[in-house]
Each structure stands twice: as C-alpha cells, then as structure tokens.
C-alpha cells in the first residue's frame, strides 16, 4: 500500500513550526485509511482526522482550538478503501480506517474475501454513514435490468475494495458476462469520460467530487435498481438494504435513482491503547466536530452520535465501548 508521503511530511513541518523540535517527540501520529481521492471515504477521513487531532502548542478546546486528544495528529491516508484498510489495520500498518459495514464482519469473521484470513483484531468505533451503490452509464446508455450488462465494458472498482466484492456477487448471481476493469473512482470517471467504459460500479457516501465534475462535462445516467432487484440483491448480500439517491444530489440526476446501500464504519485494532480510542470516540462526538462534520461535507451530516452503533455487528473497542457506557448508549 502506498501511502500520501506528502501528507505526513505536511504534518511534520507544520508541527515543526508550531512547538520545534521538544514538542516533536511528544506527538504521536495516526494514520486512517481512507479510499481514493474522487470518493467520499478521503473528505469524511480527513474531517474525522481533524477533529480528533489537537497536536502540541495548539489552541485549547475552550479557546477555539479543535478538541482532539491532546499531543495526536491523525492523518488521512488515500488507500483503495474497505478490504485493504482491513487488511493494513489488522497488520498494524494502519492505526485506523474507514471500511464498509459488510467488509467489516466478513473480514471480522473470516468469511467472503477473508476466508482464511481473518481480521480478528480489527473493532469498531463508531458506525458513521450510509454508502450508496451507484450504477454509473455513460450518457445517453439506458438498461432495462442488471441483465442488460452482458457483454458491456464495466469498472468494478478498485481491487481490495469492498465495492469490488460486492459488485462481484451480483454479476455472478445474475449471471452476466462483462469486460471488467479494475479501478478506482477516478479512473472510472475518466474512462467513462473518454468512452472507454460502458458503465462502473461505486459505493460510497454521497455526493461524489468525482461525478459532480463528470456531470458538468459529458454527463452521465445513474441506473434504478428495480424493486426487485433490490430485494434480491439483499438477500444474497443482506449487509445492503433499500436506499436512495435523492434526486438534485447530483446536478444532472433531476429524478431519484432507487439502490442499495450499506453502512461506512470507523475501525481501528484492538492493539491501540483503550485510554487513547476512549479519547478519539469521544472528540468525534464533541460539539467542535459535529460543526465541522455539518459544514465540512454533504455526507457529515448523517454521521450521528445516535446511529453510531447501528449496524454494528463484531465488538467495539474497548476504549470506545467505554465512551458509549458513558453517555448511556450501552449498559
């Protein structure tokens, strides 16, 4: 996986400038595992990353400073999302990450991609939003059903994705031979926009940067998942239930576009100090964050404090499960 060297290296000058050198080694540092840069996962991670970050010599809470744990940066880090954030967290090469609810308990339990591989020290922190599945097609493409795919050129998102895994079990259980590409949301859009695609699959919060720009150029469709089709596919990937996207989400959709969707979850391993997550739960859920998840994107606004359990089906972490007794959430 590689990571934004960049970021970090922003984050360490700036700490530099900020306290010099002593307060250089008071920091700690803590890398979430977002997705590709044209999705939701890196604005929502980089959000989250802010507000529980507070590093040293900056200003306190009450003095309008953020009310992140004290001496932390965290760190946004662009990777291919769900499966490969829980593979790096599991392996210690992340300290945290955003992954899709059904990546989470396979990877949790060992089943779907994780057969053999379990993720067992992966635990939640908080359930944050629903993910959206779209059906992107080029402008001017209408399908009847999913069935109308055959033969068609389709991304199918990045590989280690949980989208990719998904998309997957629906092709098989319909049964339709396709060209398929490996790729994240920008090369999707792009080879969309170049008429290399036909159409691609992404799940994610919306509305995506990647597609606002795509339908102020060529434009695009967004396929209705059928009733039916919704209900199926719900059966065979029960970690996806009835959504919509809301017509005006995106400029160029005027009608709504009924889907499925599934929960994005923070997670982190049950390596990290308990003291520590019980910090970071309860900055994501202060006051100063909940102001910046309302302004800082469209999707933050779904991240509640009273959905933060919702979905959640392998155990919290301690730290944050401590956090949650608290505030009277869990007994």
Not at 57 to 79: E, H, N, Q
Not at 155 to 180: D, F, N, P, W
Not at 229 to 235: A, G, T, V
Not at 316 to 328: N, Q, T
Request: proline letters at 4%; one cysteine or more; aromatic letters at 6%.
């Amino acid at each position: 996986m590689k990571f934004k060297g960049k970021l970090i290296a922003a984050a360490i000058a700036g700490m530099m400038l900020a306290g010099g050198a002593a307060m250089a080694q008071e920091m700690k540092f803590w890398r979430i595992g977002t997705g590709g840069a044209g999705g939701t996962y890196f604005p929502i991670g980089g959000l989250i990353a802010n507000a529980i970050s507070s590093p040293p010599g900056a200003r306190a809470c009450d003095k309008g400073g953020t009310c992140g744990v004290p001496g932390l940066i965290a760190i946004a880090v662009s990777t291919n999302a769900s499966v490969a954030n829980m593979n790096a967290i599991h392996a210690g090469q992340l300290d945290a990450g955003l992954a899709g609810a059904q990546s989470v308990t396979q990877g949790y339990n060992g089943t779907g991609k994780f057969v053999g591989n379990k993720k067992d020290k992966v635990r939640i922190i908080a359930n944050l939003y629903p993910e959206d599945m779209h059906l992107v097609l080029s402008k001017g493409l209408t399908l009847k059903s999913l069935k109308d795919l055959n033969g068609k050129r389709i991304g199918v998102a990045a590989a280690g994705s949980g989208t990719q895994v998904s998309v997957r079990m629906i092709l098989k259980h319909y049964g339709i031979k396709a060209r398929e590409s490996e790729l994240n949301l920008g090369q999707s859009t792009q080879r969309l926009a170049d008429g290399q695609l036909d159409a691609f699959f992404y799940a994610g919060g919306t509305p995506f940067a990647a597609l606002i720009q795509l339908g102020s150029t060529k434009g695009f469709n967004l396929y209705k998942f059928s009733e039916s089709e919704r209900k199926e596919i719900n059966k065979i990937i029960p970690y996806y239930v009835e959504s919509n996207i809301p017509a005006g989400t995106y400029e160029n959709i005027t009608t709504d576009t009924p889907t499925v969707a599934v929960n994005g979850q923070l997670v982190t391993s049950i390596d990290q100090p308990a003291d520590l997550v019980y910090g970071i739960t309860k900055a994501l859920w202060s006051k100063k964050t909940r102001s910046l998840l309302d302004k800082g994107h469209a999707k933050g606004k779904a991240i509640r404090l009273e959905t933060a359990l919702k979905g959640v089906l392998i155990p919290l972490h301690p730290g944050a499960e401590r956090f949650y007794k608290e505030v009277g959430m869990i007994k």
